[in-house]
């Protein structure tokens, strides 16, 4: 059996990929994009050597784009069999991909407008939203905990991962030759005091593990810390006016920020302002969270029960459109507006940064990782500077950053779900991770349980 990587390997953190080969089948666990600056994403492309119409299956981890953007591409090219996951990581990876494929014959048709010669092919889109629709008829929802076959010397089953709503580790068994082998992708895994969702569960065997290593130079700061430190950052712009621009990845950290505002009006520990949900992308994943709510945490349960939930329309107000959401830099606030993309790479947030970055009384919280290159790492690492559509925009807003919010296990948290793995001496294979990340977790590992772990490269290949 050989597993070949196309993504989240070498440093990287996007582009989760693997070819699974056996002598009978042809797989892939999650096709995602790679996402940052433009050199990082040229390297959207077909994984090279994945002939579309020879792969039987897709499995998907979770419905991030940086685990599922590709899947698309896939069908473009040729893929027609079943697409396995999870019901609500079907869902919401529409959503996702859907705002994908408009993003991209946007950036097509503007590349054309601007840059097209007579005799220069035209600039194409990766794949459109007809291509994302199809995917709903190549679908199979599985649930957590069943084996499920995949193809004659294949079965899988998914357990919680903790990081999104529907997110889930991988566990493929294969029977080869005689011999029953079991590979376990984590997938992300998500931090065990995360709100809204359950706590990751564990696998107790496996021959071969590929495991994140986002954070595994690093613990979070304490929850209920980096909490108090929002709190704080919401009372003061609550008692001295002015804006809070949150970066916000739709799926997920949009919700958990949603749950801590209607957790503090609640508790009237704080006087209620206008928080608006500026994406309809992030609009559309609420809807999922609401169909879905017995998927979620105790926590949740009780705060329903109290009231906060359905949140307030008076003071949770959802823009939808262009206008809308243009409208809200004449709002002087207090306000907390809530726009994406969360890395600040595109979508709304960017108007809202250059109109409110130079003001001192602007707070900035960025509450997700930053990849290198984009303009949220540029904010994370305090640039005086920023450019923005073309034009330099000087930072004089104050700039928060809140790991603590992070959907992404902590180093301590990583080392837990392994050890559940260590007692079997699996193969490690450390992906999902920039280098020092990476690095670290892999002395630890070594260090901790006498394992040590693989750091592979783009392309290469691990044989069990």
Same mark, same amino acid.
Request: with cysteine; hydrophobic share 40%; net charge negative.
């Given at each position: 059996?050989?597993?070949?990587?196309?993504?989240?390997?070498?440093?990287?953190?996007?582009?989760?990929?693997?070819?699974?080969?056996?002598?009978?089948?042809?797989?892939?666990?999650?096709? =995602?994009?790679?996402?940052?600056?433009?050199?990082?994403?040229?390297?959207?492309?077909?994984?090279? =050597?994945?002939?579309?119409?020879?792969?039987?299956?897709?499995?998907?981890?979770? =419905?991030?784009?940086?685990?599922?953007?590709?899947?698309?591409?896939?069908?473009?090219?040729?893929?027609? =069999?079943?697409?396995?996951?999870?019901?609500?990581?079907?869902?919401?990876?529409?959503?996702?991909?859907?705002?994908?494929?408009?993003?991209?014959?946007?950036?097509?048709?503007?590349?054309?407008?601007?840059?097209?010669?007579?005799?220069?092919?035209?600039?194409?889109?990766?794949?459109?939203?007809?291509?994302?629709?199809?995917?709903?008829?190549?679908?199979?929802?599985?649930?957590?905990?069943?084996?499920?076959?995949?193809?004659?010397?294949?079965?899988?089953?998914?357990?919680?991962?903790?990081?999104?709503?529907?997110?889930?580790?991988?566990?493929?068994?294969?029977?080869?030759?005689?011999?029953?082998?079991?590979?376990?992708?984590?997938?992300?895994?998500?931090?065990?005091?995360?709100?809204?969702?359950?706590?990751?569960?564990?696998?107790?065997?496996?021959?071969?593990?590929?495991?994140?290593?986002?954070?595994?130079?690093?613990?979070?700061?304490?929850?209920?810390?980096?909490?108090?430190?929002?709190?704080?950052?919401?009372?003061?712009?609550?008692?001295?006016g002015g804006k809070i621009l949150i970066p916000t990845f739709a799926i997920g950290r949009a919700q958990q920020i949603i749950y801590h505002m209607a957790e503090l009006f609640n508790s009237g520990r704080i006087k209620p302002f206008p928080v608006y949900l500026d994406s309809p992308m992030a609009l559309k994943a609420s809807e999922v969270y609401q169909n879905h709510q017995d998927l979620l945490d105790e926590e949740f349960q009780i705060l329903k029960q109290k009231g906060a939930f359905p949140v307030d329309p008076t003071y949770f107000i959802p823009s939808p459109t262009g206008a809308t959401s243009k409208a809200l830099n004449e709002i002087n606030g207090p306000c907390m507006i809530l726009a994406g993309a969360g890395m600040c790479n595109g979508g709304r947030i960017l108007h809202h940064l250059i109109h409110n970055l130079g003001n001192p009384n602007t707070h900035v919280i960025i509450v997700g990782f930053q990849s290198q290159g984009s303009l949220g790492r540029r904010l994370v690492e305090k640039a005086e500077v920023v450019r923005i559509y073309g034009e330099d925009v000087r930072v004089k807003a104050k700039i928060h950053t809140l790991n603590g919010f992070s959907a992404h296990a902590g180093q301590s948290e990583l080392l837990e779900w392994f050890s559940y793995l260590a007692?079997?001496?699996?193969?490690?294979?450390?992906?999902?991770?920039?280098?020092?990340?990476?690095?670290?977790?892999?002395?630890?590992?070594?260090s901790k349980f006498k394992i040590k772990p693989i750091l592979p490269e783009i392309g290469d290949i691990i044989e069990l």
């Amino acid at each position: 059996m050989k597993i070949k990587l196309f993504g989240a390997a070498g440093g990287e953190v996007t582009g989760s990929c693997y070819l699974v080969q056996t002598l009978k089948s042809s797989i892939i666990i999650d096709a =995602g994009m790679f996402q940052g600056n433009k050199e990082t994403e040229a390297k959207n492309q077909l994984p090279e =050597g994945a002939t579309p119409d020879k792969i039987q299956a897709i499995l998907l981890t979770h =419905g991030h784009l940086d685990h599922t953007g590709r899947v698309p591409l896939l069908v473009k090219h040729g893929f027609n =069999g079943p697409i396995y996951t999870t019901i609500q990581t079907l869902e919401l990876s529409q959503i996702i991909l859907q705002d994908s494929a408009r993003i991209q014959v946007s950036d097509a048709m503007r590349e054309n407008r601007k840059h097209w010669e007579p005799g220069k092919p035209l600039a194409e889109p990766l794949y459109n939203t007809e291509h994302v629709e199809f995917m709903k008829e190549l679908a199979h929802p599985v649930p957590f905990g069943e084996h499920i076959q995949i193809t004659e010397d294949i079965t899988a089953r998914w357990i919680e991962a903790g990081h999104m709503l529907g997110s889930g580790s991988i566990e493929l068994t294969v029977e080869e030759e005689g011999k029953k082998k079991v590979i376990a992708f984590s997938g992300d895994l998500g931090p065990l005091t995360l709100p809204l969702l359950s706590p990751f569960e564990h696998f107790n065997y496996a021959d071969l593990v590929f495991m994140e290593s986002t954070y595994g130079d690093r613990d979070h700061k304490s929850y209920e810390n980096t909490v108090a430190e929002f709190e704080r950052i919401v009372i003061e712009v609550s008692e001295r006016g002015g804006k809070i621009l949150i970066p916000t990845f739709a799926i997920g950290r949009a919700q958990q920020i949603i749950y801590h505002m209607a957790e503090l009006f609640n508790s009237g520990r704080i006087k209620p302002f206008p928080v608006y949900l500026d994406s309809p992308m992030a609009l559309k994943a609420s809807e999922v969270y609401q169909n879905h709510q017995d998927l979620l945490d105790e926590e949740f349960q009780i705060l329903k029960q109290k009231g906060a939930f359905p949140v307030d329309p008076t003071y949770f107000i959802p823009s939808p459109t262009g206008a809308t959401s243009k409208a809200l830099n004449e709002i002087n606030g207090p306000c907390m507006i809530l726009a994406g993309a969360g890395m600040c790479n595109g979508g709304r947030i960017l108007h809202h940064l250059i109109h409110n970055l130079g003001n001192p009384n602007t707070h900035v919280i960025i509450v997700g990782f930053q990849s290198q290159g984009s303009l949220g790492r540029r904010l994370v690492e305090k640039a005086e500077v920023v450019r923005i559509y073309g034009e330099d925009v000087r930072v004089k807003a104050k700039i928060h950053t809140l790991n603590g919010f992070s959907a992404h296990a902590g180093q301590s948290e990583l080392l837990e779900w392994f050890s559940y793995l260590a007692p079997s001496k699996p193969k490690v294979v450390l992906v999902h991770g920039e280098v020092m990340p990476r690095g670290i977790l892999a002395d630890l590992i070594e260090s901790k349980f006498k394992i040590k772990p693989i750091l592979p490269e783009i392309g290469d290949i691990i044989e069990l």
